[in-house]
């Protein structure tokens, strides 16, 4: 049996990268500062969706600063599409640290330069929420995809119209989306995802517990299969 490699060619891992600023630079800072904490309230989300994740290649979405390579098998060889500049030097830290053999590709997951049908598992936590347009993404992934790879996932969503935290997400919504670089508070999500096309979905739905970030608390995980 051939396998396709799916790591791109040097040429294609800068493909496309912003830098905001002091933006940019702020988000860095926040999502290494508050790793540990973002990393505890969603555990239980992350240790489910992200168990027995198989050695080999794995494609991290929107990897921030590598808030999920201590749930990637050490040895694994990860693809880490980062388009956030300011990201890049911790990812590559993290890697090292973790002993995982990272590729760093600055892209978008609505355009990503890794051939069809190559890649066994794509994971992402917290990207889907801050992407311009996650229906694009969704059949991205699932180009990349062997039959029967999985997707997991780990996503803040809109709390349930009856809850005072849909006011809320609403209240704060676009100054939310500037200060965090286009995350949407109010994202329906695993709707998204189910009408994706995938071949089996299972997605769980809890709120993370004891969080201070209430405008996000309200949480899917889960895996699709292609
Ligand atoms: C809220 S952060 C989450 C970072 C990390 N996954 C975590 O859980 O800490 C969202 C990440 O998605 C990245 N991102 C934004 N737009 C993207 C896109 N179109 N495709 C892939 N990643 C994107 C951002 O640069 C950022 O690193």
Redesign the pocket.
């Known amino acids: 049996m051939t396998t396709t490699d799916p790591r791109p060619a040097p040429a294609q891992t800068e493909q ?1 990268t ?1 830098h905001h600023g002091a933006r ?1 630079e702020f ?1 860095a800072w926040f ?1 290494r500062t508050f ?1 540990r904490y ?2 505890h309230i ?1 555990r239980q989300h992350k240790r489910s969706a992200f168990a027995d994740i198989a050695a080999g290649a794995v494609v ?9 390579f201590a749930h990637l098998p050490p040895g694994s060889s990860v693809l880490a ?4 500049e ?2 890049h030097a911790q990812l590559e830290a993290r890697a090292a640290a973790r002993g995982l053999d990272l590729t760093v590709i600055g ?4 355009d990503l330069p890794i051939p069809d049908a190559s890649v066994d598992e794509v994971l ?4 889907l ?5 996650p229906e694009a ?1 969704l059949a991205e992934i699932r180009r990349i995809l062997r039959p029967g790879g999985r997707f997991r996932f ?1 996503e803040h969503v809109a709390a349930p119209s009856w809850s005072p935290r849909r006011w809320l997400q609403h209240a704060i919504r676009r100054p939310w989306s500037w200060v ?4 949407d508070l109010c994202r329906d999500t695993a709707r998204t995802i189910e009408g994706a096309g995938f071949r089996e979905v299972a997605i769980r739905r809890a709120r993370l517990k004891r969080s201070a970030f209430v405008p996000v608390n309200t949480a899917i995980s889960g895996c699709a299969v292609r």
């Open positions: 496309g912003f940019s988000n999502f790793d973002l990393n969603t991290e979405l929107g990897a921030g600063v590598g808030a999920n599409v980062e388009p956030s300011a990201m892209a978008y997951g609505e992402c936590s917290l990207v929420c801050t992407v311009d347009d993404v780990v965090f670089e286009g995350c």
